[in-house]
């Protein structure tokens, strides 16, 4: 049990970068309509690099840190 504590405790921590990462995600795709994106290319790809990044950067935090806690403590397995 104390394997699943530790897990819930640092996804716990993570919920509200998840929550902000979504939220995030729903702007970038509501603002960047196919107009938007043609009237101003430049920003479009500066808001894409920024978002990717966001993401990149929330995958590497799961990757790193809850898929290793997780395996640890028998809560996943990895596919045969």
Request: with cysteine; proline share 2%.
């Given at each position: ?27 970038y795709l509501s603002e960047w309509s196919e107009k938007n ?44």
């Amino acid at each position: 049990m104390t394997g699943r504590r530790a897990f819930a405790r640092v996804a716990a921590e993570q919920d509200g970068r998840f929550t902000d990462l979504v939220q995030e995600w729903g702007l970038y795709l509501s603002e960047w309509s196919e107009k938007n994106i043609r009237e101003d290319w430049g920003s479009f790809a500066k808001a894409t690099r920024w978002i990717m990044g966001r993401l990149r950067d929330y995958m590497r935090m799961e990757n790193d840190c809850l898929y290793p806690l997780a395996l640890r403590h028998g809560l996943i397995a990895l596919r045969p």
